[in-house]
């Protein structure tokens, strides 16, 4: 394919749009109405037709994923849940991107704040409710896992969880859905010098921490209150697979997970380190089959840049869809972490581009028309459904003007999608 096409975009009408929307699946979901509005053959202005596009795209996406993210206080970076929660403009920002990524789970550490400013939190917590999303309260001291802590973190959870919840006038919305454990003994300062049975030990522990946090639950009166957990990917490796945690065989591996199954709502397993979709699903497939099996979620981390897991965003936005498509909403994906994320965006943003659509006859394909930036990388996307995008070509523009690329209706149905973004050079 050239670089340019000598094809230069018509003006865009309504008609238009809907030749290039009408070839959705029998199941996506629109109503005969509403099809009925976009095949309205009035001629309207570009602007306002694009945006009509990218509400009709939106919608639908947010009904079929269903992300978490890690939403930590980040003192000073103006990410972080510290300098966010309280300000009203800036929360607002965070709901809408947030709802815009179809997050359906904010897993946030806010400290005493629900003790010193009980209203922040509820008002907060409100608003992502009002977005539908889940407020999930994060608590992340790994030394909760030795027992002499155990009283201290049950107060934590009293008072800043369950007396928050329950005090008078709250109501349902400014109500945390969930407690989320990210209590990590591999991050203790001897972790690595520990032997495989002291490892081992430690995990005992981290169980018996579950176990106290739920029995305190159920002597507060909510003994179905759901507690989540954050556990890496090789808990359950066996010491001949080259495992760090000294089981003494599978039966007991398989014990220790079946034990925090009893305290846990469910677990996140935390595949930050793997680049691809193999070594992720290699590293989860055990869980995801002996673990608790419809609460078992896999997350990857936004760890974007040339040297990274992740070269660029479009690499990280691929494995988010790839892992989404091959594991449904129950099970993907969390995100490491909502600074992560955004930081990640900033740096290399990936821009949606306007477009026109030039169509052959017979019917069987046609060329997706826009106005390219000189140096700047182009990504095509299909998908059937409005929810899972595969992407189908990659170009990067020579110079600046009209860039034409090939489609095919091969499958006489779906929906395209271009992005631009800039590479280092």
């Not at 454990?181 to 049975?197: G, K, R, V």
């Not at 936005?317 to 099970?331: D, I, V």
């Not at 700047?376 to 995008?389: D, E, G, K, M, Q």
């Not at 489609?407 to 800039?422: C, L």
Request: aromatic fraction near 10%; proline fraction near 7%; include cysteine.
């Amino acid at each position: 394919m050239s670089t340019h096409s000598a094809i230069r975009p018509q003006p865009l009408q309504a008609t238009l749009a809907t030749e290039a929307l009408s070839f959705y699946p029998p199941d996506a979901g629109f109503s005969r109405g509403f099809l009925g509005r976009l095949n309205y053959p009035a001629r309207v202005s570009k602007p306002l037709l694009i945006a009509a596009l990218f509400l009709a795209l939106s919608l639908p996406a947010a009904e079929c994923k269903h992300r978490g993210v890690w939403f930590w206080q980040d003192a000073g970076n103006p990410y972080g849940a510290s300098n966010i929660v309280s300000n009203a403009v800036l929360e607002n920002q965070t709901v809408a991107f947030l709802t815009s990524k179809s997050v359906k789970r904010v897993y946030g550490s806010y400290g005493t704040q629900p003790v010193t400013s009980p209203s922040t939190n509820a008002t907060w917590n409100a608003k992502l409710h009002a977005a539908g999303i889940q407020s999930q309260f994060l608590m992340s001291e790994t030394t909760s896992i030795f027992s002499s802590n155990h009283p201290s973190l049950l107060t934590k959870i009293s008072q800043r969880v369950l007396d928050f919840n329950s005090a008078p006038g709250r109501t349902a919305p400014e109500k945390f859905d969930a407690l989320h454990l990210d209590i990590e003994p591999q991050a203790l300062p001897n972790w690595s010098a520990l032997t495989s049975s002291e490892k081992r030990d430690h995990l005992l522990l981290l169980r018996d921490t579950y176990a106290v946090i739920r029995q305190h639950l159920v002597t507060q009166g909510v003994p179905t209150f759901p507690v989540y957990a954050d556990l890496p990917v090789w808990f359950d490796r066996l010491p001949g697979d080259g495992g760090q945690i000294g089981w003494t065989n599978a039966a007991d591996r398989n014990q220790w997970f079946t034990n925090i199954a009893a305290s846990l709502t469910g677990y996140t397993l935390m595949a930050f380190d793997q680049s691809s979709f193999s070594a992720i699903s290699n590293s989860v497939s055990w869980e995801l089959t002996n673990g608790i099996s419809t609460q078992v979620r896999v997350a990857i981390e936004a760890d974007v840049g040339a040297t990274n897991t992740w070269t660029n965003m479009p690499a990280f936005n691929a494995m988010l869809e790839t892992l989404e498509t091959a594991y449904g909403p129950t099970h993907a994906v969390d995100i490491q972490s909502y600074v992560k994320w955004r930081e990640a965006i900033a740096a290399g943003p990936v821009i949606p581009v306007a477009v026109a659509l030039s169509l052959v006859s017979p019917l069987i394909g046609g060329e997706i028309v826009f106005e390219a930036e000189p140096t700047a990388t182009y990504i095509v996307l299909h998908s059937f459904n409005l929810c899972h995008w595969q992407e189908i070509l990659r170009v990067k523009s020579q110079q600046s003007g009209p860039m034409a690329v090939p489609v095919r209706f091969d499958n006489s149905q779906g929906f395209w999608r271009i992005e631009r973004f800039t590479e280092p050079q």
